[in-house]
């Protein structure tokens, strides 16, 4: 194990509380009761939960954990996640409720109405029948952020297809090992999308992607939104116009098992082949609506709902598409960045459409506090209500900023922790209930269970840290990873088999109230911006290209993203001198192999690498050399003078890109 982030350790003796605004409390859609409903009766409180979907077929079991660590969720219901996120608000009289204000990143805007949602999904549903595709086939999805992206993933729900989104940043290889992976039979792109001012190239990548081998995909439904010129192939190509715009707007669903899959979405594990992670329909969805109506305390008929997150990851699935959709809100999806064209962007957006629930990321805000408080108080931001935060530790600093510039001191904040395998919130404030600390994402949701274990999986006493588990099932666990049961069973659940707890891969450390500070991961998994790369992964790249003969890559703090990724590598022979350009050709080989979040931000070129004498890097020294520390303990090297010649090197200046 690795030593978790220091950065935040020492900050438990927080004193600081912000509890919540009394009006807030007294509306608040959960109060401090529901802990205590959890705690009594955990299966009934999930089961009123799922009542708030609508279910063809009632379910005649909660909870099946005979086959653990294999679960199967109300077993025997029967329902469509589609139906659940438009059809049932359309029939309830919502039709005329906005679900999406689209903002283009040029500007151009487009307002979805959920009856408009309803049949645009119906048309994308029949379209998918046409096209061959049923029930268990496999659909990869490489979309901007877009109408299109959402009632892509909900057609394939629909039908009883597996979506398997793939973010837009992602490289022609990554789709490939993907469509592979997964055996798609279809993939949906676009002609393009905007980013930063420029249309940025996907349907490209794509072709690029299927021309690296067989793959078992028949079609390329493709969106048009850049208005560039793409490469058709007749055979194999349908513009998404020509094909959905002619279908029916009324579509039957069916209803299916609550256990059908739902997606797969592929995340970094300690390896380089990434985990394709299974998710199924009605404990999925039962908790991501949960969790967006406790965390954000949503109030579907006045609230206005804006997750900054891409598709591509977890958050987009949970907190754009599904959670807020089934619960009838209000959102709004902006497909570019936020400094185009000014940095003042999300505040524009948030001005403009009264924004009152944000959820963005640590990342972000911290690049928020480097533009200036000048452009958000430029803006009325008067209209929210509650921040959340997502996907790394936020630290008080930015927990502060985020209150007072963006907040007006007024809004509580949600720092919300989970996993693309935990499928939805874990650990998160209830906004109506909490006093919370900045930087501390306080407690476990009502319903579900955590802790803090020592090596052998003891609970720690407040005051303690060690490694976050959870100790009970939870509805949107992930079923699976996609092929590989084996490495499902041996990633989370062989480390405390002995307790049944699932290892999450998260340092954790209760303070001395039992509140919960994440100190960020144990592994091997770095955290850049909130997304996440492993460090085999990036090293695999490094030395698939030619010059490369060794590497060894590190997360090292970074104040803006986090961690950024270092690179340390040993090059071949004659092939290379180390220099400027050849650090640069590697930094785009990683670009290209994985993608551009996981090109390295520096790269050193050294003549050896610190291992021990059973050939295992350690890490650890070459994170102290990243963050510019005194180098630690190195009496276990092999050869201790190794660290020495590293170090010397760096001071040289040569190798820094
Ligand atoms: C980290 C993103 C601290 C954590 C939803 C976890 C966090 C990994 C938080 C999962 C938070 C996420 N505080 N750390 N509030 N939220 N993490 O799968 O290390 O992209 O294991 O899911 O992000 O990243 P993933």
């Known amino acids: 194990m690795s030593e978790p982030s220091e950065g935040l350790s020492n900050l438990l003796h927080e004193e600081r509380r912000f509890p919540p605004p009394a009006e807030l409390t007294a509306n608040a859609n959960y109060g401090a009761e529901a802990y205590a409903a959890a705690a009594t009766d955990r299966l009934g409180f999930w089961d009123d939960k799922a009542r708030r979907l609508s279910w063809a077929t009632d379910w005649t079991q909660t909870l099946d954990w005979s086959d653990a660590p294999h679960a199967k969720w109300f077993v025997g219901g029967k329902l469509n996640a589609s139906v659940n996120c438009v059809d049932r608000h359309v029939e309830a009289g919502l039709g005329d409720r906005v679900a999406i204000h689209f903002e283009g990143e040029p500007g151009d805007t487009r307002t979805i109405t959920y009856a408009e949602l309803g049949v645009l999904v119906a048309k994308a549903a029949h379209a998918l029948t046409e096209l061959g595709v049923k029930q268990g086939d496999r659909v990869a999805i490489y979309l901007p952020m877009s109408v299109e992206a959402v009632v892509s993933m909900l057609a394939c729900a629909r039908v009883g297809a597996i979506h398997s989104v793939i973010f837009g940043g992602f490289s ?35 072709d690029e992607a299927l021309a690296k081998g067989t793959t078992g995909v028949k079609n390329v439904i493709v969106v048009r939104r850049g208005e560039n010129d793409v490469d058709f192939d007749a055979e194999r190509d349908v513009w998404w116009h020509e094909l959905v715009d002619r279908q029916p707007d009324t579509h039957t669903a069916e209803a299916f098992d609550a256990e059908n899959p739902l997606f797969i979405l592929y995340t970094s594990g300690t390896t380089g082949k990434p985990k394709g992670i299974l998710h199924t329909t009605g404990g999925y969805l039962t908790q991501a609506a949960y969790t967006h109506h406790a965390a954000f305390d949503l109030k579907a008929e006045t ?9 591509g990851w977890v958050t987009g699935h949970s907190y754009i598409v599904y959670g807020p959709l089934a619960n009838g809100a209000t959102q709004v999806i902006y497909e570019g960045t936020p400094d185009t064209p000014t940095q003042d962007r999300f505040w524009q957006i948030v001005e403009k459409y009264r924004v009152s629930l944000l959820y963005t990321a640590p990342t972000t805000i911290r690049t928020f506090m480097k533009w200036g408080e000048e452009l958000p108080a430029a803006h009325d931001l008067s209209s929210l209500r509650v921040l959340g935060s997502v996907g790394e530790p936020i630290n008080p600093e930015a927990w502060m900023w985020y209150r007072r510039v963006i907040g007006g001191d007024r809004c509580p904040i949600v720092d919300t922790w989970w996993q693309t395998e935990t499928g939805a919130m874990m650990i998160s404030p209830l906004p109506g209930v909490t006093a919370t600390k900045p930087g501390s994402a306080m407690k476990a949701l009502p319903g ?13 006493p407040n005051g303690g840290g060690g490694l976050l588990v959870l100790t009970e099932p939870w509805p949107a666990m992930l079923r ?26 998260d340092g954790a450390k209760k303070d001395e109230d039992g509140d919960l500070w994440l100190l960020g991961r144990v592994d091997d998994v770095m955290n850049v911006s909130g997304h996440r790369i492993s460090t085999t992964e990036v090293e695999s790249a490094l030395v698939s290209h030619p010059s490369v003969a060794e590497a060894a890559v ?32 590697l930094r785009n080989h990683v670009a290209k192999e994985i993608g551009a979040i996981a090109k390295p931000r520096q790269i050193l070129v050294v003549a050896e690498l610190p291992k021990t004498r059973s050939g295992k890097i350690m890490r650890r020294l070459l994170r102290d050399v990243a ?15 190794v660290m020495d010649l590293i170090s010397s090197g760096l001071s040289s200046g040569k190798a820094e890109d």
């Open 172 to 206: 022609a290889q990554a789709i490939y090992d993907r469509v592979i992976d997964a055996d798609a039979s279809l993939v949906i792109t676009a002609d393009g999308g905007w980013r930063r001012g420029k249309v940025f190239a996907l349907k490209p990548v794509v």
């Open 303 to 311: 609230d206005v709902y804006w997750c900054t997150a891409d598709i």
């Open 448 to 460: 579900v269970s955590v802790d803090v274990v020592d090596d052998v999986g003891t609970p720690v």
């Open 480 to 505: 699976g990873i996609w092929k590989d049961d084996a490495r499902f069973v041996e990633t989370y659940w062989s480390r405390f088999a002995a307790q049944g707890y699932y290892f999450a891969g």
């Open 554 to 585: 590190v997360g090292a703090n970074d104040p803006t993203t986090g961690q950024g990724i270092v690179a340390f590598v040993i090059l071949r022979g004659n092939t290379a001198n180390g220099g400027d350009a050849q650090v640069a050709e």
């Open 627 to 641: 963050e510019n520390r005194a180098v630690g303990d190195v009496t276990t090297l092999a050869d201790s003078s």
